[in-house]
């Protein structure tokens, strides 16, 4: 008699993604940045691929303390913007 659990462990050592199949529609895309390729499930219209956007989201919570804010006039301002992040963001703040 052959090993009962034979059968199991052949399905899963065999070929894990043979019965998997995507759902829903796969689009392909060539990120507008650095030009890599990659894949999404949703359709972009402005492709970027995950090390781009997270080189933009860094930059975005980086603070270059020697600008002024030009609206409260405080020092520390988001990279590449003239207004700090409560400004940017429109915080309140308890002054």
């Known amino acids: ?13 065999a ?13 392909s895309f060539r990120c507008s940045q ?7 499930s949703h359709n972009l219209d ?3 691929c995950d090390k ?11 603070v270059d303390n020697e ?3 030009s609206e409260c006039g405080k020092d520390g301002v988001i990279y590449g913007k003239d207004r ?3 400004c940017y963001f429109s915080f309140k703040r308890n002054n």
Request: hydrophobic content about 30%; some cysteine; proline content about 8%.
């Open 1 to 13: 008699m052959a090993n009962p659990f034979r059968k199991i462990f052949y399905t899963f050592t």
């Open 15 to 27: 070929n894990p993604f043979k019965k998997w199949k995507p759902r829903g529609k796969i689009y």
């Open 34 to 40: 650095c030009g890599d390729v990659f894949i999404s």
């Open 46 to 48: 402005a492709p970027l």
């Open 52 to 62: 781009c956007i997270q080189k933009i989201k860094s930059l975005d919570s980086t």
């Open 67 to 69: 600008k002024k804010c």
């Open 84 to 86: 700090c992040h409560s």
